[in-house]
């Protein structure tokens, strides 16, 4: 593989990863657009490292976060916000 050719496919995957975040940008993440999967790990020998987190995607445009705590209803739309700032 050339020099050329590999810079050629890295200019293309900036390209494609500026368009993704392009639309990204642009999408309310609606919420009936939006999955959600709840996770845990409890049983710790301390109760105290016991966790909850959710893990919300857009089935829109892709974009995926994580959301501290088991209660997951209404994060999808209100976390966007804090994220776009
Ligand atoms: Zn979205």
């Known amino acids: 593989m050339s020099k050329k050719r590999l810079k050629e496919l890295f200019d293309q995957i900036n390209t494609c990863q500026e368009e993704i975040q392009s639309i990204r940008?642009?999408?309310?993440?609606p919420e009936n657009m939006c999955e959600y999967a709840q996770h845990s790990d409890t049983g710790n020998w301390c109760?105290?490292?016991d966790s909850y987190w959710t893990n919300n995607q857009c089935l829109k445009c892709g974009h995926r976060w994580m959301v501290d705590g088991g209660d997951y209803r209404g994060t999808c739309v209100s976390k966007?916000?804090?994220f776009l700032g």
Do not use: A, E, F, Y
């Not at 940008?25 to 993440?29: E, F, G, Q, T, V």
């Open 47 to 49: 109760p105290s490292d």
């Open 80 to 82: 966007l916000s804090q």
């Open 25 to 29: 940008s642009k999408c309310k993440h």
